[in-house]
């Protein structure tokens, strides 16, 4: 953990301006020009929902930490990306966050399906003992093919019925294939990976990557009287640090949001035509489950009622994609 916490120092030093140039930058599919739209830019970044460490929560399954200072930041990756989908969602990936100003009330609703609360359906408490089925125990540093399992089974058992794709890698010739990912992939959501920084949530067309750390330590927020919640400290409001794509671990996992069906099955022949043509693959599409892999097991619930469900369960309803072969194929 020290040589991380190294890492992410030298990281934080570099680089910190942005660069007067024509490339065009790209931030979760969408492309911004960096010499006459850095506003814009900067303001697209800020208006992701940033989840770090938090402390002075109540304590995971009752008697576990109420930190997850050193050990979370993976689960935090995995938020920032389901949150992300959820935003393309319910408000459009066109939707701009601004500092006090009153939000939609999905919004408010998505933001408190995160809160450390283990009534919250997406909490810390419920990716936590939800990994406990993946074999890691409360309190235990995540990978990112884990994360990717435990969100998986929390969207399956509240009924998604949009899809949100993890691809999880461990492969040291995928550095290349992320880039092009990032570029042609226009419904990209996050990007997590092994060594820190570990939340990528943007690219552009040069080696570097722009990042939202979760390494930072915040006091935990709860619902306020009038019903909603604080948001300031949930959105990066400093200026966004980058990195050199070579520094990231190729153990990753990258998250792509389909709305409806035609998006999965345009996102399916992008990836055919785009990524997988070459000899060396990162991950395969196949039509059907493989026989030679072990028969899906829907995950069970949890035993606490968790709020925010109803807010995903009550949506208008779209054409349903068969979620357990998607996942299922996917998620190698």
Not at 114 to 125: E, G, M, T
């Amino acid at each position: 953990l020290s040589k991380y916490e190294d890492q992410i120092t030298i990281f934080t030093d570099y680089l910190e301006e942005y660069p007067d140039t024509d490339e065009l930058v790209w931030i979760l599919g969408k492309q911004h020009l960096l010499k006459t739209e850095k506003s814009k830019l900067l303001s697209d970044i800020s208006a992701r929902l940033w989840f770090t460490y938090r402390r002075k929560f109540s304590p995971i399954g009752g008697t576990g930490p109420s930190s997850d200072a050193g050990w979370g930041c993976m689960l935090r990756c995995g938020q920032m990306m389901l949150a992300q989908a959820l935003i393309c969602r319910h408000l459009g990936r066109d939707w701009s966050w601004e500092k006090q100003k009153e939000q939609p009330k999905e919004y408010q609703r998505i933001l408190q399906c995160f809160l450390d609360r283990k009534d919250c359906c997406y909490s810390i408490h419920q990716m936590a003992q939800m990994g406990v089925g993946e074999g890691k125990s409360i309190g235990e540093w995540f990978g990112p093919n884990t994360v990717a399992q435990v969100l998986k089974k929390l969207a399956l058992f509240d009924e998604w019925n949009s899809l949100a794709v993890y691809v999880s890698m461990d492969n040291t010739v995928v550095i290349e294939d992320i880039k092009k990912m990032c570029r042609v992939l226009p419904l990209s959501a996050d990007t997590p990976g092994d060594r820190p920084p570990d939340s990528l949530t943007a690219s552009n067309q040069s080696d570097e990557l722009i990042f939202l750390d979760p390494h930072t330590t915040q006091t935990f927020v709860d619902t306020e009287e009038n019903g909603t919640v604080n948001d300031q400290t949930f959105h990066c409001l400093q200026s966004p640090q980058r990195m050199n794509i070579l520094n990231l671990d190729p153990s990753v996992a990258l998250g792509f949001f389909c709305k409806e069906e035609k998006d999965f099955d345009n996102w399916c022949s992008l990836v055919q035509k785009e990524i997988l043509k070459e000899n060396l693959r990162m991950f395969e599409l196949v039509q059907k489950h493989p026989s030679h892999w072990p028969p899906f097991v829907p995950p069970a619930k949890p035993e606490v009622t968790t709020t925010g469900a109803e807010f995903i369960d009550s949506t208008e309803q779209l054409e349903e994609f068969d979620l357990e072969e998607d996942f299922e194929i996917l998620s190698v």
